[in-house]
């Protein structure tokens, strides 16, 4: 079975840290995604990347970025965290269509 | 660029009965439409897919219809159990999306027993 795994499921920071989400896929998957997904806007695609070291921003990429060293990983970075970004984020992978998704990570920025 | 459109946001429905979503596309290039589940403390999950060339795909209690001239499709579950309570998302992709899936908004189906 495909897994993803995302570091934490749920993870609290002050405005204005730096914060790391990690995102591990098994499945030597080339495309990996990055969503948040919040009440009544669904998952909204952050940033993605079909290969190693290369990303493509999203719909809403503002206030973002990531890393992505190697295939399996994909990280998300809160470069100053704030308020409005507490939200669920989703990791996702995939070869061709389909999309594995993690658990998620529920973070609350205070 | 694409844009998918899903309704109903909730649907409640009782025990038994059939629940059906329905999603828009506008894009008449997107060739690829799959159905995610996803319960409450989880991740999307596949359910079912649908691709361009193929009108209607059934595995067991759930259905998925597509209308390309009319540009919808459509989730239909029947004999509603308590398990299928969860959120459900739509999705369409296209030729060279590079894996990329356009999310509806998703419904919040509730089965009452």
């Known amino acids: 079975d495909v897994k993803v795994t995302q570091s934490s499921r749920y993870l609290v920071k002050r405005t204005g840290e730096k914060v790391f989400l990690e995102c591990v896929q098994d499945?030597?998957?080339?495309?990996m995604f990055w969503y948040r997904q919040d009440p009544g806007l669904g998952l909204r695609l952050i940033y993605f990347?079909?290969?190693?070291?290369?990303?493509e921003k999203g719909d809403i990429p503002e206030g973002y970025s990531v890393s992505r060293e190697k295939k399996e990983r994909f990280s998300l970075i809160l470069e100053s965290a704030s308020t409005n970004q507490t939200s669920m984020y989703l990791c996702?992978?995939?070869?061709?269509?389909?999309?594995?998704f993690g658990p998620g990570t529920r973070l609350t920025v205070l | 660029g694409e844009n998918v459109e899903q309704h109903p946001s909730t649907l409640s429905v009782q025990e038994g009965d059939s629940a059906v979503i329905k999603c828009t596309y506008s894009?008449?290039?997107?060739?690829?439409f799959p159905w995610y589940k996803q319960e409450l403390g989880k991740g999307p999950q596949l359910i079912i897919d649908?691709?361009?060339?193929?009108g209607e795909k059934k595995d067991q209690r759930i259905a998925v219809t597509l209308n390309k001239t009319a540009k919808h499709f459509s989730l239909h579950i029947t004999e509603t159990q308590p398990e299928d309570s969860a959120v459900y998302f739509c999705?369409?992709?296209?030729?060279?999306?590079?894996?990329?899936?356009?999310f509806g908004k998703g419904t919040k189906l509730s089965v009452k027993p």
């Open positions: 996702a992978s995939s070869w061709v269509n389909e999309q594995f």
């Open positions: 499945m030597d998957h080339e495309n």
């Open positions: 990347s079909y290969d190693v070291k290369m990303k």
């Open positions: 894009d008449s290039a997107s060739n690829y």
């Open positions: 649908i691709r361009s060339n193929v």
């Open positions: 999705a369409a992709s296209w030729e060279g999306s590079q894996g990329n899936l356009i």
